[in-house]
């Protein structure tokens, strides 16, 4: 079966060749791809220039990113000829814009190419053909000469047909090129993960004696009546708990990750521990108030538990104007997938930019005016995950951010002693 019905037998083994050799390049990056791409059809055409054009979609603008290397090339750059402005105009434009392609052999006579490929560049003959990558247009694949009746009919098909199985070839490039980058991204982000557990545990091992020696003085002082040192220390208080927050995290999520995060689930009152826990939050300045059922039975760790409240109510406060403070309600609901109890968590703050929803819940993730190290929500969604549960992003008509925290309602004839 013939390679392209339009070229005779010479040019469909020239083709094939092609074609053979195109498919046997190297996939590295798509710009060392599309170099080699074009030094291999610029010998098969004998052209002195030959240019895979690539659309940069942020400048609207045609971008030689494979050309030949050739003295012509060389004078294009310096031309600055290798970027093709969309709005200028030109023939390999129209070729982009119009998916046909376009070949003279007396571009000198052609009064609607650029001047700067005519006069300053003085190609005489051209063939442009438009380059698709996995079904989208993408490009331009040119070929060009400074001599004038360079190229022959049955090299318009033939380079339109090459151009095809370049596309193959980006495309492939491409995937590699994918891969590539995300194995070292990975790879980064694991050694920075590895070292930034090894620096929490080292913190950890010295945060105790600190927070020791900080109770000793605080006795003291509380005993000598010296209430201005009593302030400063419990700043200090405050700023170690802080911190400890931070290690708490760090520690957990190196647990999850390896599969070491163990649960010791059992019956509680999910009401009675929110309240407890907003009891111990709420500050006059970032008051902490409570809707709760009388009731709220669930099967589950408190302690994690408590550790997602207050994740949650650490990242409301943070947000939440001075003096509105945060609602967290607690009710029992009826979903397709079951009974469950919701805890949501609301705060009057501006809410979350609709470009940072997609990855609020990853590693590391923060807004422009976050604090730390963006933890607190990956781990608490892992924890209501780990409990069958689930930590959701609700959609508001009013002004702030609610989180909505699921967990699956004990069911009745369990003992319910000890609800805490």
Sequence with gaps: MALHPSLGGHRQELLFDTLTRLLALPATTVEDTLKSVSNLVGSVLASDKVDAFLLEAASSTLVAVGTSDTATARKQKSLGLDRLPLANGGRTVEAFHSGEPYACNDVAADREELPGIREALQIRSTIAVPLDVHGQRRGVLQVASLAPDTYEPADVPFLAAVADWVGVVIHRAELVQEATEAAAQRARQRAAEELVAVVAHDLRNHLAPLTTRLFALMMRAERDGRDR????????????????????????????????????????????????????????????????????????????????????????????????????????????????????????????????????????????????????????????????????????????????????????????????
Excluded at 247 to 267: A, Q, S
Excluded at 364 to 372: I, T
Excluded at 405 to 416: K, M, N
Aim: charged share 25%.
């Design 229 to 420: 040192d009593i302030g400063d220390l419990k700043k200090v208080q405050a700023s170690l708990g802080r911190l400890e927050r931070v290690i708490t995290n760090l520690l957990d999520v190196e647990r999850i990750e390896r599969g070491l995060f163990l649960l010791k689930p059992e019956p509680i009152d999910l009401a009675r521990l929110v309240r407890d826990t907003a009891a111990l939050l709420s500050t006059p300045e970032h008051p902490v108030r409570v809707e709760a059922a009388a009731s709220a039975p669930v099967e589950a760790d408190p302690d994690a538990i408590r550790q997602v409240l207050e994740n949650l109510l650490h990242n409301a406060g943070k947000h939440a104007p001075e003096g509105l403070g945060t609602t967290i309600s607690v009710a029992q609901e009826r979903r397709e997938d079951g009974d469950c109890v919701t805890v949501r968590v609301h705060d009057a703050g501006p809410g979350i930019a609709p470009e940072l929803v997609p990855k609020l819940f990853e590693r590391f993730s923060m807004g422009p005016a976050s604090h730390g190290l963006g933890l607190g929500l990956y781990l608490a969604r892992s924890i209501a995950q780990a409990h069958g549960g689930t930590l959701t992003l609700e959609d508001l008509e009013t002004s702030g951010a609610c989180f909505c925290l699921a967990l699956p309602l004990r069911e009745s004839g369990h003992d319910d002693e000890a609800d805490r």
